[in-house]
T-cell receptor, first 115, second 121 residues
Framework: GENVEQHPSTLSVQEGDSAVIKCTYS??????FPWYKQELGKRPQLIID?????GEKKDQRIAVTLNKTAKHFSLHITETQPEDSAVYFC??????????????FGRGTSLIVHP | GAVVSQHPSWVICKSGTSVKIECRSL??????MFWYRQFPKQSLMLMAT?????????EQGVEKDKFLINHASLTLSTLTVTSAHPEDSSFYIC?????????????????FGAGSRLTVL
């Protein structure tokens, strides 16, 4: 099955700095890569995703990059703010026989943004 | 947007008892729901996929007799931890698939419930 590795497990930055979280996956058939943000005490929520037919996607201060050859993808957050503090999960998935995507999650990265 | 309601949020029980956790999709129908287990500082581990009107699909290593899943309607899936023991103490969270809107238009979104913290004494 799919195996997703995520690094670092903890990331501490100063407000305004950039943060980068990296993930690798093992199944070359995976073609959909969502990122979820889980704030303390809250449920995970999708913040951005990327499909295998593109190499980069951006939404305001967050961006994701994908290198299919190397089987790794990254989340980039620029101009970090204290409210960005949360646990971020990467995931990799492919379309299952029933037409659905069932993601395999990374272990999560606890991002701490210091004011 | 789509909301998944999960209850109870906290439950403490004695060893040997059974605990039922409910997951409801509000304002939308979910033919498929997913049950995850999350250990402290660890990832979301998929336990099983709940299918309305049919048997759940369990991940390797998950005991189906231990974790009973029922998906009796298009809006309700339940997870019952049978004969719970301290090692079953964990955070259980369900999710349903929805379609994203706005910047995430067309995305395959997993909408999560708030989770249930189970402590078995």
């Amino acid at each position: 099955g799919e195996n997703v590795e995520q690094h670092p497990s903890t990331l501490s930055v100063q407000e305004g700095d950039s943060a980068v979280i990296k993930c690798t996956y093992s199944d070359s058939a995976s073609n959909y890569f969502p990122w979820y943000k889980q704030e303390l005490g809250k449920r995970p929520q999708l913040i951005i995703d990327i499909r295998s037919n593109v190499g980069e996607k951006k939404d305001q201060r967050i961006a994701v990059t994908l290198n299919k050859t190397a089987k790794h993808f990254s989340l980039h957050i620029t101009e970090t703010q204290p409210e960005d503090s949360a646990v971020y999960f990467c995931a990799a998935s492919k379309r299952a026989s029933g037409g659905s995507y069932i993601p395999t999650f990374g272990r999560g990265t606890s991002l701490i943004v210091h004011p | 947007g789509a909301v998944v309601s999960q209850h109870p949020s906290w439950v403490i029980c004695k060893s040997g008892t059974s605990v039922k956790i409910e997951c409801r999709s509000l304002d939308f129908q979910a033919t498929t729901m997913f049950w995850y287990r999350q250990f402290p500082k660890q990832s979301l581990m998929l336990m099983a996929t709940s299918n309305e009107g049919s048997k759940a699909t369990y991940e390797q290593g998950v005991e189906k007799d231990k974790f009973l899943i029922n998906h009796a309607s298009l809006t309700l899936s339940t997870l019952t931890v049978t004969s719970a023991h301290p090692e079953d103490s964990s955070f259980y969270i369900c999710s349903a698939r929805t379609v994203g809107g706005g910047p995430l238009s067309g995305a395959n979104v997993l909408t999560f419930g708030a989770g249930s913290r189970l402590t078995v004494l």
